[in-house]
């Protein structure tokens, strides 16, 4: 499928470690000529980490994309009644955020912006990065690979020896899975 002109949200939770990842799949996005809309959660918008400053981040995405970064749940309601995305990826999507989505809870910027995609009977994109995906992370995963409009980024474990609960999803396989999602299919194999 052509991405040209399709408006898709890029929610970027706080995994710090797949930021490099994450940014080279947005960049990629953005040589599609699809319009992205990039979210932020508060903690990404606002941490520096061994992984870099976040105004670097911020600017950086600003860049790409040439929008302003929606970080608040405020600035992430209208996305709802305006239906102006046709797609929201979230990239990376952590365990907090997984236990939101599967619970009806949009406290953050990126759980209010899929609260209020979903409104509008659209597809979401999850690309999960969690250290405890096969611990209490796993229910949330299974509750929402059996949601209408959730389809995953597919996914495996990272580190099996040092990390046996840890599950990152394969961030090359974004730009394909967001593909599928729009013809309201699941990219498979979904375990890597």
Known sequence: MDLDGK????????????FEKILKELESLCKTNAQIYPIMSETSFTTDTRFGKAVDFQKRIKDM??????????????IGPKGYL????I??????????LANGIADSSVTMAAKAHLRNDKPIVIAISTN???????KNIGALMNSKNIYFVPFGQDDCVNKPNSLVADMSKIKETIEMALERKQLQPVLC
Do not use: H, M, R, W
């Open 7 to 18: 408006k898709i949200g890029f929610a970027i939770c706080g995994s710090f470690c797949t």
């Open 65 to 78: 994309t040439g929008k302003d970064i929606i970080k608040s749940v405020k600035e992430a309601e209208p």
């Open 86 to 89: 046709d797609i929201l990826l």
């Open 91 to 100: 990239a990376p999507c952590t365990g907090n955020s997984l236990a939101k």
């Open 132 to 138: 405890d995906g096969l611990g209490n992370a796993a």
